[in-house]
C-alpha cells in the first residue's frame, strides 16, 4: 500500500480574488475622492434666510463652482459663518479679494432683480478676485457690487451735485436706444455724487469729448406756451430712471476710458446751456419776473433767468442768469435790458403774449466796455433806434395820446411806427422817436411835413361847412402820426437818422393834396435813386431848415 504524499500548492487562493479586488476599488474611489474633493471656505454672513445646507449653490456666470454644507452661529450672534465647499479647480483663485454676495428676488419700485431665484432658490455668486494672497474666509457683501472695470467697454464716471434716484442696472440712452448702463453711484466726500456708468463696446464710438450727459425722468412735459412738448423715453426708464447724451460734434476727440468728473446735468436744457454765459441782474419784485423768464433780443431768445433771490429790503431780487455764449459781444456796461409785461390802455392790450408766457426781458446792446452786471429798467429806453429802416426825430408841445408803437402813416398806410417819447433836455417840448420802415424811407425828405392824427380833426363852425376827417379807427381809439412830402421841387433832400421834424397838431389843406412821384423800395434801389436825385439837384439853392417849435 502506497503512502499519500502531501504537496502544498503554491500561488492565491481564487478565494482571495474578491476582496483584493475590492481593497484596489476602495483605494482607487479614495484617491479619487482625495484629488477631486472640494475646497473647503467660510464665508460670513448677516442672514441666512433662503439658504438651505446641501442645497444652497455657488454660481459663477451660471456654472455652480460650490456647495453650501452648514451653518455655524457666531459666539457674538451678530453674524452667520456658512460653510462651503468650493470644487477643487477652484482653490488658486479663491484670493483674498473674491467676492461674494447672496442673490434672492427683490421687488421695489424701481427694479425687479433674482427672478431666477423663485425657481432655484437663493444662491451665493461669487467674484473672483485679482490679488495673488490666496484666502479661506471671506465676508459676503450685503448687495451685488459694480461691474468691474475689466468688463468690455467704455467706463466713465458722472459727477453731480444734485440728488439723484437712480440704481446701477438703469440704462444709459443715447437717441433712445439702450448703450449702456449705470454701474455704481457714490456718495463723495465734498457732498457730491460719482456715478459710474459702462457704455458697451458696440456704442463706444458715440462718445466723445463734446457728449453731454443728463438725467432722464422718463416723461417730460414742457409747457412754454404757445408750444407744448411732451417727451416720453422708454417704459424701462420711465421705472427705474436712467441716464441719456447726446453728441454734438461727431468729429471731436475721443473719450479715454475711465474718465472721472464729466458733468451730469438735470435735463437736456441745462446740458445745452452748459457753457453760457453768467449774468447777474437786480430788478424791483414788481416786474413780474420768474426763475425761467426769457431774454429776448430782437424778438429771439438768447436767454434766460436761471435763480432768484430775495435781498434783505424785500424790494429787491438779485437774480443769475444765462446768455448764449455765441452772443457775449452784446453785454456791455451800457447795454440796456428792460422787463416787457402786458399793457392796458384805451387802444387796446400790448405785449398779449406775455398773459400767456408770463413777462420777459428784451435787450438793447451797448458800445461800453463789457459787464456781467445789469439793473433792470421798468420800462424801454426812449429813444430805441431800431436796426433797420429810418430812425427821425419829432418835437411836439405836448404827448397828447401818442406813446410806444403807435402807428405812422402815408396816405392812410403805416409805413412806420413810433419807438418811445421823452422830455426834452429843457422840459419845453416832448420828443418823440419814431421808426420809418426800411422800404418806405425813401418817403422821408427834409422838407416832410408831420401832424398828430390821434382822434378826430373837426373843421368849421355853424356858419361854415362843418368837415370831420381821420386816418383810421386805430388812430381815433389810440392816438397815430401822419407824414406828407412836398412834389419834386419842394421836397427836400433825403435825411438821415436822427434828424428831427416838427410834430403839428393839424395838417394845412396843401399837405393833403400833396403827390410827389417817389420809389418804394429795397434799400440797394433806394440808395441808387437817392444818388441820381442828388445828383440833380447839385446846383439848386440850398433849403431851409425843417421848422422847430
Known sequence: METAVIKTKKGISPIWILPIVAIIIGLGLLYKDYTESGYMVTVQIKDASGLTAGKTQVMFKGLPVGILKSFTVSPD????????????????????????????PEFSTNRITGLDTLVSGSYFEIRPGTDKELANSFVALEEAPPLSTRVPGLHLSLSSNDAIALTPGSPVLFKKIEVGEIVANTLQNDG????????????????NSSSLFFLSSGIQLDANLPKISLRIDPLKTIIRGGISFVTPDNAAKPIEDNTVSIPLYENLAAAQHSDDIEIELTFSVEHGLNADSEIRYNGIKIGAIRSMKLADDMKTIHATAFINKSLEHLLRSNTYIWSVNARFSADGISNLTTLLKGAHLALI??????????????????????????????????????????????RQVQVGHTTGYELSATG??????????????????ENTKFWNTSGLRIKGGLMTEMKISTESLAAIIGGGVSLSTPDEEEMGKAVTDGYHFTLHNDP??????????????????????????DDKRQSAPVPQQSEHL
Open 508 to 533: 394845412d389843406d396843401k399837405w393833403l393834396n400833396w403827390s410827389p412821384a417817389l420809389e418804394i423800395g429795397s434799400p440797394d434801389r433806394l440808395i441808387e435813386i437817392r444818388q441820381k436825385q
Open 365 to 410: 446792446p451797448g458800445d461800453g466796455k463789457p459787464s456781467r452786471k445789469f439793473t433792470i429798467h421798468s420800462n424801454r429806453p426812449a429813444n430805441m433806434t431800431v436796426s433797420k429802416g429810418l430812425n427821425l426825430v419829432l418835437e411836439t408841445d405836448r404827448l397828447g395820446s401818442l406813446g410806444y408803437d403807435k402807428p405812422v402813416y402815408y
Open 428 to 445: 419845453q417840448t416832448v420828443l418823440i422817436y419814431l421808426n420809418i420802415h426800411e422800404p418806405y424811407v425813401n418817403l422821408i425828405r
Open 77 to 104: 450672534l451678530l453674524s452667520i459663518d456658512a460653510k462651503i465647499e468650493m470644487v477643487k479647480q477652484s482653490e488658486d483663485k479663491l484670493t483674498k479679494d473674491t467676492q461674494f454676495w447672496i442673490v434672492r
Open 192 to 207: 457730491s455724487i460719482l456715478t459710474r456708468i459702462l457704455i458697451y463696446p458696440k456704442f463706444t464710438s458715440h462718445v
